[in-house]
Each structure stands twice: as structure tokens, then as C-alpha cells.
């Protein structure tokens, strides 16, 4: 089969191929070579090297995990993979898919560079989203970064991935694992199910959707008798075959449609999910979404960590660590996502 039938989706254009097929389809992880002498404008220091632990055997299948990748939130981003790799088991059997803006002010190719040079032993892959897909379907929303076309790309995982990606990991760039990636890789989402992600059944869910929904009589029984459940789609376990098969891709777009006729919504990519999904997510243990750490939509605020054990720290949110820390006014849980950190601020770069 040739390489370039076998990757390209009449969709997206994948730019680079960071490994021969055979490492992203068999379990056995490549190696590529290390870019060496990368001395990026972005200033970031190379990750520790992190290697398996006894246990790990080199039969054991790869561990998927897709995030996005542009200039604004970079630095958010390789915190993220820098700390599932840290707490990983069998850190080199992590394959990491990075999902990058078409039109980011950063080339792709610097940004593949910039990857390699931060962690030299990740297995990766660049893939470019095309913003035409989904730019005619995104409406106003309360803040202008729910609007980023990058931020739906979640929504097209399915056809992005490679055919042969059959479940993913996907995670915002605005968090850190503080636990072990396999525990929520290896967690059991029941055949006729799709997404495994914790969800909250006592949260208010009207204020997901505006007056305009719940006053539309047709509208309104969208979840029909399923109950009505809140999940966050920063965490989310997809079971990528599942996904293709039921064709959830054009279930998205088509509320995305009607949000664009009727004003059903206001929150960017997270309405549509529920409206498709909600009621329907398996549930996972809530200490892997410990979300909402970077405040109300309110500058400055700070939140505490619920009650419970955690394996994942989120800051969705208006407010980002690395912004609260740089401007010296952080919010103490800021002070965990900090360890994670390998941006080197100017001054240092020469040292």
C-alpha cells in the first residue's frame, strides 16, 4: 500500500511524517534522529531523557495521545507532554499527535523542529488542520479564544489520525498529569459507547445553552430521555473506530449548523459534544479532570482543587499558569504546574 494513499484524507493534509508507517501502526516504537544545534526563537530547554521501567516489554502496544500545537499556547503544550512523559510507566511507548493551525504564525516545520529539539526521544507526528473545514461553522462565543478554529480540531480526530490510530487519548494543552497515562488508557469503554471522559449529572446544565434552545419544543427534547450529563472535552478517551463507523463528525457539524441558524449556545466546541454525547459517556474516575484552575471567566481569579484524589490538574478557564506566573501574580495551585515548565525566559537562554 503506498504511504501517500494510506495517510492522506481528502480533508486534512498531513505535512510530515515524522516516522516510517511502520512505527505509528505496529507496536514496536522508531527512533528518529535528533535535531541537533535547534536553537529556537522560543527559547525551550530539552526534556530529561525518560526511558521505560522493567516492566515495560517492547510488544506492548503504543499509547495515543493527541493535543494541539500553535505558538500561543506551545508553551502549555509542552508542559503537557513533558509531564504524561515524567509519570509514564513505559514513557516510550507514548505516541503524541500534534494537531497544528494551518495558518499559525509558526510554520509547521518550525514547530516539528521545535518538538524534536525539546524531546529528542518522543515519538510524534505533525499533522496540519485546515481551517476551512470548520471556519464557515464557528459562531460568536463569550471569549474570542473559544473561537480559534484549532480549538474544534478535537471534533475531527477521527479523520485527521491515521486510519490505523483506533483510540486516542485526547488532551487540552492547558494541563498536567501528575499519574500514570496507561491507568486512563487501559480504562473499558463498554461497545456501544464512544467516549469515556468524567462527567457531572448534578451540574446545572441549562446554563450550557440559551433561552432560545430550551423554549424551542423540538430543540429542546435533543437529549430526548438520556440524562442530562456535563463532561469537560479537554480529557476525553475516544474510541476513534466507533467514532468513523457512526459518522460523529457530521453529527457535530449538524448542531454547529443549527448554531449558526438559531443562536442555540455560546461556550465554542463544548455545546455540540453534549448535545451529542451527553448522557452517554462512560464515566471516568473524576481525579482525571480536575478542571477549571484557571477561573471563573473573571481576570485574576483563582480556584481551589475539588475534594479527592487527582491525576490530572486543568486549567480551563480564562486564566493560564505560565501567564499568572510571568506577571509575578500567580495563584498557588499555578505553583504545580510549574515543575513541568521547560520554557527558559531570555535572559537565561545564554547561561
Known sequence: MALSRFCTSVRFLILFLCFPLISLCSNIPSRASTVKGFDSIYGFSEAPEYGNGVNCRSSDSLIHVATTLDSE??????????SVLH???CPEQIFVHFIAAEFDEASPRILNRLVRSIFPSLNFKVYIFREDTVINLISPSIRSALENP????????????????????????????????RKLWEVRIPEKKVIGAPEYCHANFTKYFTRAFWSDPVLSRAFGSRKRCYFNTGVMVLELERWRRGKYEMKIENWMQVQRKYRIYELGSLPPFLLV?????????HR???????????AG???????????LLHWSGMGKPWVRLDQRRPCPLDYLWEPYDLYMPHHLRAL
Open 73 to 82: 499556547y506551545l508553551r502549555g503544550s509542552m508542559a503537557a507532554v513533558h
Open 87 to 89: 509519570h509514564a510507566s
Open 150 to 181: 484549532l480549538n474544534y480540531a478535537r471534533s475531527y480526530l477521527g479523520g485527521i489520525l491515521d486510519p490505523c490510530v483506533k483510540r486516542v487519548i485526547y488532551l487540552d494543552s492547558d494541563l498536567v498529569v501528575v499519574d500514570d497515562i
Open 277 to 285: 454525547f451527553s448522557g452517554n459517556v462512560e464515566p471516568i474516575d
Open 288 to 298: 482525571w479532570n480536575q478542571h477549571g484552575l484557571g477561573g471563573d471567566n473573571v
Open 301 to 311: 481569579s483563582c480556584r481551589a482543587l475539588h475534594p479527592g484524589p487527582v491525576s
